[in-house]
């Protein structure tokens, strides 16, 4: 009886233990999974610190290049004031000027890139026409591409893209643009093409800078956004600088994403996507520039 009475009790126990042991698993399993992921964020962490020091590594070094070049025209110019020829001593004043302001842009490069990484500067979206922008900015780097013997042109994608209207921040997507153009013009040689492209599909606005020039090597795409850009010390008034690294982070601040496709000597393609106005702000948008017109 003894035996026979304990049996449920039993029973009881083991369903008890099986209940535990599936909980059990369960929360191994959970445990395993958010340390992976922890794993994954740690690795990321640690690459993301040996990106900064890289990059504050070479841009130390490039803060360094202008001010020690600049210090040493000024102490010439100190030491022999009055005894050099008038054009030798403007001709070592305009060089000075252009390394400071050189050093200048990069400053002012660190001090945007500080701002959008620290979420301190936060888009103000508004509708725009893609196509208006892209002439805006093509018209702005028009002068530069004919300087370099380099044409310039805006592209309008299939589907009716002439009318593709974007919900961004003008000011940073035309930022974005400027960023993407500088790379590219410096990257093409005399006689390409530099193009500006915008479209959409089903979801996104589009835009891309597509050039003809020398292309990215295979070995250098990883990491492109985040690796600091000296300026092509050939071409006058060539930038460099953290230019990719700015435009990545605009878009990002928009939910898109900038890529790049490259064929080595055939030229790169870098696009990006922004939100679409919504359709029914769309037609109101139409509407009021058709007013405007």
């Not at 961004?168 to 153009?181: K, S, T, Y």
């Not at 600088?241 to 990545?248: H, Q, V, Y």
């Not at 509407?287 to 017109?293: C, N």
Request: glycine content about 10%; some cysteine.
């Amino acid at each position: 009886m003894l035996i026979v009475g304990a049996a449920p009790a039993a029973l009881a126990a083991l369903a008890v233990y099986w209940r535990f042991s599936r909980r059990l698993r369960h929360l191994s399993a959970q445990l395993d999974r958010m340390s992976l992921r922890i794993d994954d964020q740690l690795a990321e962490l640690e690459r993301g610190t040996r990106r900064r020091h890289e990059l504050l590594a070479n841009v130390s070094h490039d803060l360094r290049t202008p001010l020690a070049s600049m210090r040493g025209y000024l102490e010439l110019l100190l030491l022999r004031h009055g005894s050099l020829p008038a054009e030798e001593e403007r001709n070592y004043l305009e060089t000075a000027v252009r390394h400071s302001e050189r050093l200048g842009r990069l400053v002012d490069d660190l001090f945007e890139l500080s701002q959008l990484e620290g979420d301190e500067a936060r888009p103000q979206p508004e509708p725009f026409s893609l196509a208006e922008l892209a002439q805006d900015v093509a018209l702005k780097f028009g002068l530069d591409a004919r300087r370099r013997g380099i044409a310039l042109r805006a592209v309008a994608g299939d589907g009716g893209a002439a009318g593709v209207h974007a919900l961004a921040d003008i000011g940073m997507v035309e930022r974005v643009l400027e960023n993407l153009l500088d790379n590219a013009l410096r990257h093409t040689p005399a006689g390409g093409t530099v193009s500006i492209e915008f479209g959409r599909d089903v979801h996104r606005a589009r835009m891309a800078v597509r050039d003809t020039g020398s292309g990215i090597p295979a070995d250098q795409m990883a990491g492109i956004f985040d690796r600091y850009d000296h300026a092509d010390r050939a071409i006058p008034g060539g930038r460099g600088g953290l230019g990719l690294a700015i435009a990545r982070r605009i878009v990002r601040l928009h939910g898109g994403e900038l890529t790049a496709a490259s064929v080595a000597g055939a030229g790169a393609c870098l696009r990006f996507d922004l939100p679409l106005v919504p359709p029914a702000a769309a037609t109101a948008q139409r509407i009021t520039e058709g007013v405007d017109a």
